[in-house]
């Protein structure tokens, strides 16, 4: 009696995805996915090379057109002030996590929380002149020079105290994934508005979620634009700052 032949063929069925319902299952989700899509994506070759000589000639001629003549006046105003030194050096974390040291004007009094307390809007460690350096951004013109050495780009993910680091990088799911590009002076975040203080959760995971844009789309142009837009925001604050109240 002849026996039946059998043929065992594997059939491979795709997984259905199931997009989770809470909210915070449905942020992880996002996450995933967004990390997932973004090891796929590599800049074009020739924008890492471009992008530095960006960096260092608009550093450069900051510093030597603008710096030069503003850093004074602004030495001045910070010591007539305050007691302590002009700059303000802060250990963060840069690329692929490594530590430097980000300079800016400093605008607060003398402190020792400096180092884990988030600056907020009407924080009375702020001084007066820090308050106006705070809001036109000028405070943080030094970081050209945090350029200039390699530390910083000047579009990036901006760079976190070393404290906020290790904190968000234990509650937000896949934090550390912006540590994988050099940290910048501005970024889509910030075009974004979302700049300054951060007051709840939420908020910081839209940031996350600009910056891992920004890496999953990284371009000389789209470097370009968030420059420009950088810029005219800044114009703006300045302009609401000095110009007289409209009755």
């Not at 007539?80 to 004007?105: A, D, H, I």
Request: proline share 4%.
């Amino acid at each position: 009696m002849k026996q039946q032949a059998t043929l065992d063929i594997a059939i491979e069925t795709a997984p259905i995805q199931v997009i989770p319902q809470s909210d915070m299952a449905s942020i992880r989700y996002m996450f995933h996915e967004m990390n997932r899509q973004y090891l796929d994506h590599e800049p074009a070759t020739y924008y890492y090379t471009v992008k530095r000589i960006m960096d260092f000639t608009t550093s450069a001629i900051f510093i030597l057109l603008v710096m030069s003549w503003l850093t004074p006046i602004i030495a001045l105003l910070i010591k007539l002030s305050s007691k302590g030194p002009v700059f303000f050096v802060q250990k963060r974390t840069g690329y692929l996590g490594v530590e430097f040291n980000c300079f800016k004007f400093r605008t607060m009094y003398l402190n020792d929380e400096a180092d884990i307390k988030q600056v907020s809007i009407n924080d009375k460690r702020i001084t007066a002149i820090g308050k106006f350096l705070r809001i036109t951004h000028l405070d943080e013109t030094p970081q050209f020079f945090n350029v200039i050495l390699g530390d910083m780009s000047i579009i990036g993910p901006r760079p976190h105290m070393l404290f906020h680091t290790r904190y968000y990088s234990e509650c937000i799911p896949y934090y550390n994934l912006r540590l994988e590009v050099k940290p910048g002076m501005t970024g889509m975040a910030q075009i974004k508005d979302y700049v300054g203080e951060i007051s709840v959760e939420r908020e910081l995971r839209k940031r996350i979620q600009w910056d891992i844009y920004y890496m999953k789309n990284r371009s000389v142009w789209l470097d370009f634009n968030i420059l420009l837009s950088t810029a005219g925001c800044v114009f703006k604050k300045a302009f609401r700052l000095i110009a007289p109240a409209k009755k």
